[in-house]
């Protein structure tokens, strides 16, 4: 944990037995999430700098964690293919969301926390309504491994980066693809879109980071 003004580490969370893959803070900022190669999902509270669960019962890696914007419930996508949603406030797994059939590489909550998005080692992208827990639709157009899907603050668009070294642009009203960059050279691992919704940032296995106008 680091200290953005001073730049200077805070505290270092240990506990998990293998890499941690990703890591989420709580709306609140009391507390961060952490998923692992070994299996599990971890809450530390940033407060005390200690561990307060672990949740268990993925069958392979942890590749993404994500907190809904109401603090209230956590996702997890993993190297099985199955999403799972857990109730922060009782420790305790809600659901299990199937349909891909490749590892679950991301996962983001909407801006409103009615939709979950993620994305697979099946070059899919799939978008869940989390009331009823089923799955709304399937977005294609990647010829490889989704590695990170992202939210437009409004909500109204989705953007992804793939291993076919390209970022799309999805409308989620339409459910129509919208955009395609192109200009990284190799895997396009992390997504980021800006608060204000107009640039878009993309990290790749090239070792570049690109910054995309969004119109």
């Known amino acids: 944990l680091w ?28 507390t961060l ?14 407060q005390t700098q200690q ?8 069958s392979a890696e942890v590749n993404s964690v994500s907190i809904s914007p109401d603090g209230r419930t956590l996702a997890s996508g993993n190297g099985d293919g199955t999403i799972k949603l857990w109730n922060l406030q009782t420790q305790r797994e ?9 590892s679950i590489n991301s996962v983001a909550f909407s801006p409103d926390g009615r ?13 869940w309504n989390l009331q009823t827990q089923r799955e709304i639709a399937t977005f294609t157009g990647h010829s490889s491994w989704v590695e990170s899907v992202a939210f437009s603050p ?5 953007a992804s980066g793939d291993g076919d070294r390209t970022i799309k642009l999805w409308n989620l009203q339409t459910q129509q ?8 050279s190799s895997w396009v691992n ?20 690109q910054i995309w106008q969004n119109r």
């Open 115 to 127: 939709a979950l998005a993620s994305g697979n080692g099946d070059g899919t992208i799939k978008l």
């Open 51 to 58: 561990q307060i669960a672990t949740f268990t019962g993925h």
């Open 154 to 158: 409004d909500g109204r668009t989705l």
């Open 190 to 209: 992390s997504v980021a879109i800006s608060p204000d919704g107009r640039t878009l940032a993309s990290g790749s296995l090239d070792g570049t980071i």
């Open 33 to 46: 999430a952490s998923g692992s190669w070994d299996k599990t999902i971890k809450l530390w509270n940033l």
């Open 3 to 30: 200290n953005l003004q001073t730049q200077q580490q805070i505290a270092t969370f240990t506990g998990h037995s293998s890499g941690v893959n990703s890591v989420a803070f709580s709306p609140d900022g009391r």
């Open 94 to 102: 809600i659901a299990t969301l199937t349909g891909h059939s490749g």
């Open 177 to 184: 693809q919208i955009a395609t960059f192109t200009g990284h």
